[in-house]
């Protein structure tokens, strides 16, 4: 197969030096906004053109607290094993994120504890792990249905990423991003969970956080939201080069034209890649690669 066959959002890239090949995640129920949450599945290439699959990478076991809405998973080595963060929502319960753990990249991927890491209560998406100073990080969004700015929050997790360790810590809402636009034409009727907010609010969309450290130092986290010409993907940098910021964000988005939620990954020759989701309308949806070079504390596409 190629990636035109595969409809794939949320790309996410683990590269294998030892086994010669990739790993492709991401959200690949065909119905992946209201129907039954079926699973997530990967596919294998060594050359980023050929793929096979699909392989089973997650199934949920009986009594798992999630029903629908499987999104967006990423898995990262860490102490010698795989976890996978990805989201999940039940009715009557908060989207959230899981954590799962595997002793094999390909899975099967299993739950690692009962229930979400991020905070009861809240709507969670879309988190990713970063590891700083040795101490664990996971990085996600406080969606805009439930605080209409979207939020990018940070919280430290325990070593064995079992569950949080202090406070989330907001390091930007979805407003600060210069190129980043309202969603117009939301009927807030209409939006399961946004009850709480007022006719009118502005509302901004954060997600698909990916946090890169280029070669100069500088640390740099890729997002999405909608823009000028429909979902886009933007830059923003720590001034502090920490997680904890404060960040500051590029005036124009590095993809503009309908694809984001993306992330960056190394080829097996050294090649320094993105990949995104574009277009963003079901069933369209495919994993694009586009070749990226770090110039300082920038990244250009090309």
Known sequence: MKLSDLQIRDPFVLPLPA??????????????WSGPGTGFDAY???DLQHWEGPIPAFRPPAGFWATTQFWAPEVHAYGGRYYMFATFKA????RGTQVLVADDPAGPFEPLTDGPVTPDGWECLDATLWVEDGAPWMVYCHEWV?????RMVAQRLSADLRHAEGEPLVLFQGSDGPWARPLPNVNLAEVPGAEGLKPGTPLYITDGPFLHRTASGALLMLWSSVGEQGYAMGLARSRTGKITGPWEHDAQPLFAAQGGHGMIFQTLAGQLMLTLHQPNKTPHERARFFVLREEGDALVLG
Do not use: C, I, K, M
């Not at 086994?19 to 992946?32: F, H, S, V």
């Open 19 to 32: 086994r010669g090949e990739y790993l492709l995640y991401g959200t690949t129920d065909r119905n992946a």
């Open 44 to 46: 294998r290439s060594r």
């Open 91 to 94: 009715p009557g319960r908060s």
């Open 146 to 150: 439930q605080v209409g700015d979207g």
